[in-house]
């Protein structure tokens, strides 16, 4: 496997693992209503709670796991296409932006014909930019469409890689 992929196939198989374990969390729900309704007492009052608790963490992990998965690979198609339509410009690591269902992100800045412009990355993995400050990069490739500046690509695969090949 070649280095410009592995962090994308990393990203992949963490995504594929946890849509697993929403599968599973949905069938424990399913064998919980199954035993609710095999007991159907008083005492199946705690299998139907195990079942909704389990069959909703199920359901909502496997939709954000899929909806995750999904913008991966648009982002990958987006970047391929800006790579060959697209100029090329060098643009500033200037922060990183934390959220809990995007994950990490690096913020760049960088200058298209004397504005000033703020590009934001794809999901990168958790301390990026502390790793791009150890690891001496300054300034990320972002591909830019100079008809419409606001359809752009940041190429951060330099510091996954190099982050994936630390872990």
């Known amino acids: 496997m070649n280095k ?31 035993l609710y309704l095999l007991i159907n007492s008083r005492d199946g009052d705690g ?3 195990m079942m909704i608790s389990c069959s909703a963490i199920g359901i909502i992990t496997l939709i954000l796991n899929l909806k995750g998965l999904l ?21 500033k690591i200037i922060d990183e932006k934390h959220s809990f269902l995007e994950n990490n992100q690096l913020i760049c800045n960088g200058e298209i014909n004397g504005t000033s412009y703020e590009f934001i990355s794809s999901t990168v993995p958790r301390y990026s930019l502390y ?4 690891l001496g990069i300054e300034e990320l490739p972002v591909y830019v469409n100079m008809q419409n500046p606001k359809e752009y690509a940041v190429d951060a695969r330099e510091v996954e890689d190099r982050i994936v090949d630390l872990t």
């Not at 410009?4 to 995504?15: D, P, R």
């Not at 198609?77 to 339509?85: A, C, D, Q, S, Y």
């Not at 790793?131 to 150890?134: L, S």
């Open 71 to 91: 913008k991966m690979n648009n982002e990958k198609k987006k970047l391929e296409v800006l790579k060959n339509t697209g100029t090329i410009i060098q643009a």
């Open 4 to 34: 410009a992929n592995s962090s994308f196939n990393k990203k992949k198989q963490e995504i594929i693992v946890a849509t697993i374990i929403s599968i599973i969390l949905i069938v424990f729900g399913a064998f919980f209503l199954y």
């Open 47 to 49: 299998y139907l709670a």
């Open 131 to 134: 790793a791009c400050k150890e």
